[in-house]
């Protein structure tokens, strides 16, 4: 009796266990839980405890309400001009309605994947390589519209749709490759030429600069050796003037005195006679003179001669009286002209005085010792002195 009732205690026990233990449904966090009770839809259970009754009702799934992701492998994709690429696609979702996506369809994720295998078919059956690989961002745009739209009654929000590759066939790789090199060295011939026809033309430039300065330089150069040769010539000129007119004035004295001696020496005729024999000599001096022939009525033509301009003297010889008229015979160099006056002027410059003195005394100046300072100067010895000027002589100032 004592053992019956412990097997029905133990049993009652058993059962309130199970009966506790099934009427308590805990739900975590993030995530939903659908209940039936005899077979039907009830509720959605929130995270937290929550309450069953034993036997009647039960979870028909657990749904994760989180952010998926879910990554799908390659689809064969066929572009508008004929080739197959396979790309790999991403999809971000999120469950927002749990008895939508237990009860509208049996398996969203396989919904969600076949989905977006026809769309994007459908999208880049459209676009030819070029623009499919070009367009990643409106592929994923058209995507996400596409599925967020089909997907809505399922219970589910697509937020983000990515492609993660697009794998073009390998022969169309080959060929990309050998296009971008060929682009990369026609990028770098055309850099190449730029960079010759720049330098060309900074070349050129230079070379232009150089030769203009080379002419402004030649035709300054011209123009001062012109310059210098015509004041070379001026002041040579100048120079010969004055030697020539001194030279003439040499010789007009020096006949000046050799007629005045003459004159008061009285000559005679065979004093005439005499000096032109002595003169014979070196008159037949010259190369060219061969033979000389001497007239014999000479002396006959300088008795006349005297005759004509002499007197008899007291001995009855003619001599030559000089006329008593009293004109001077010449004048003096410095008196024939006023201008020619200023090319015989000797006087020094007294400016040109003064600056000597002023560079004798401080020529004159002791040198100071090393470290001492060096007393003032009266005149700076890079500066020229107060009153220095460029003095040219006389002659070449005309």
Known sequence: ???????????????????????????PQATAA????????RTVAAPGMNFLVPFFDRVRARIDLREQVVSFPPQPVITQDNLTVSIDTVVYFQVT???????EISNYIIGVE???????RNVVGGMSLEETLTSRDSINGQLRGVLDEATGRWGIRVARVEL???????????????????????????LTAEGQREAAIKTAEGGKQAAILSAEGAKQAAILTAEAERQSRILRAQGERAARYLQAQG???????????????????????????????QMAQGDANKVWIVPSDFGKALEGFAKMLGAPGEDGVFRYEPSDDGAPIARRAEEDD?????????????????????????????????????????????????????????????
């Open 338 to 398: 006023p201008e020619v006056a200023d090319w015989f002027n000797t006087a020094p410059d007294p400016e040109v005085a003064a600056a000597v003195r002023a560079a004798e005394e401080v020529a004159r100046k002791e040198v100071p010792p090393i470290g001492e300072p060096a007393p003032h100067a009266a005149v700076s010895p890079a500066t020229p002195p107060a009153g220095m000027r460029q003095v040219m002589p006389p002659a070449q100032q005309q």
């Open 251 to 281: 010789q007009a004295k020096a006949i000046e005195k050799v007629f005045a001696a003459i004159k008061s020496s009285r000559p005679t005729p065979e004093l005439l006679a005499y000096q032109y024999l002595q003169t014979l000599p």
């Open 34 to 41: 659908v209940v039936e009770r005899l077979g039907r839809f």
């Open 114 to 120: 076949q989905l977006t295998t026809t769309t994007l």
């Open 1 to 27: 009796m004592g053992v019956s009732i412990l097997i029905v205690l133990a049993v009652i026990v058993l059962l309130v266990v199970i009966v506790v233990f099934k009427s308590i449904l805990v739900i």
């Open 164 to 190: 993660k590759a697009i794998d073009p066939p390998p022969s169309i790789q080959d060929s990309m490759e050998k296009q971008m090199r060929a682009d990369r060295e026609k990028r770098a011939v055309i």
């Open 97 to 103: 309605d749990p008895r939508a996506a237990v009860y």
